[in-house]
């Protein structure tokens, strides 16, 4: 009698454990990028911006796709006073601001592969806008003229979702994402600056596309 109890113990302990580990297995994936996730997203984050990028990037398998070999972490190579994410939109957005013309939200990350700061923009807005909103950012990181900004910004307002759209200094990059329901999205990447980055614009490309696949 007691064997038997001992081993129907056994078979119980095991099979919640079996039972456990399948409700992990399906609760640890990463839930389908949205616009209204996003928002939400957005949104939770500081005024003053947090410590930890909220979204599921992993810079260091990203660099290991990308055939990267170099130290990463969160946050810049050194300004320690720099918020490691920052956001826009969503309830932040004040009328007349394109983040409220066009509702949507964009989450920025700071990361540092080596010693190049990486700056990884999601956006997602109701109509399809391309990067248009992070134009700004695109003619400060990659220094281009303003008829070339906007080529660009049209090229990857044009682009397939997955392609990804550099610059012609290849140190900023563009891949429109797959959105879970309706609206447009899409991840911006540069890497240091023009003229000066440590990464060629392959491994920039790289990059991207792998950091795309951990967000979609």
């Known amino acids: ?19 456990t580990g399948c409700q992990s297995d399906s609760s640890s994936g990463t839930a389908p990028l949205s616009l209204s996730g996003l928002t939400e997203t957005a949104d939770g984050v500081p005024d003053d ?17 990308a055939g990267l070999d170099a130290e990463t972490g969160p946050g810049p190579v050194r300004d320690g006073d720099e918020p490691v994410a920052t956001a826009e939109g969503g309830k932040r957005a004040k009328p007349g601001e394109p983040l409220a013309e066009n509702p949507g ?10 010693e190049e700061n990486v700056r990884v923009h999601t956006l997602a807005t109701r109509e399809q806008s391309g990067i248009a909103p992070l134009a ?34 290849g140190n900023v990059a563009a891949v429109r994402l797959k959105l879970d329901g309706d609206g447009d999205a899409a991840l911006l990447v540069g890497a240091g ?9 392959n491994q920039v490309a ?4 792998a950091l795309a696949g951990q967000v979609q």
């Open 193 to 201: 600056e023009a003229g000066t980055a440590s990464l060629n614009r």
């Open 49 to 65: 911006g947090a410590n930890a990028c909220p979204l599921p990037y992993d810079m260091a398998a990203a660099a290991k796709t």
């Open 105 to 114: 939200a964009l989450v920025s990350c700071t990361f540092h592969l080596g």
């Open 1 to 19: 009698m007691t064997h038997a109890r001992h081993r129907l113990a056994i078979v119980a302990a095991l099979t919640a454990a079996l039972m």
């Open 136 to 169: 700004p950012v695109v003619s400060s990181l990659a220094a281009v003229s303003s008829d070339d900004l906007t080529s660009y910004v049209d090229k990857v307002a044009k682009a397939e979702t997955g392609e990804v759209v550099i610059t012609d200094s």
């Open 206 to 209: 790289d990059l991207t596309e």
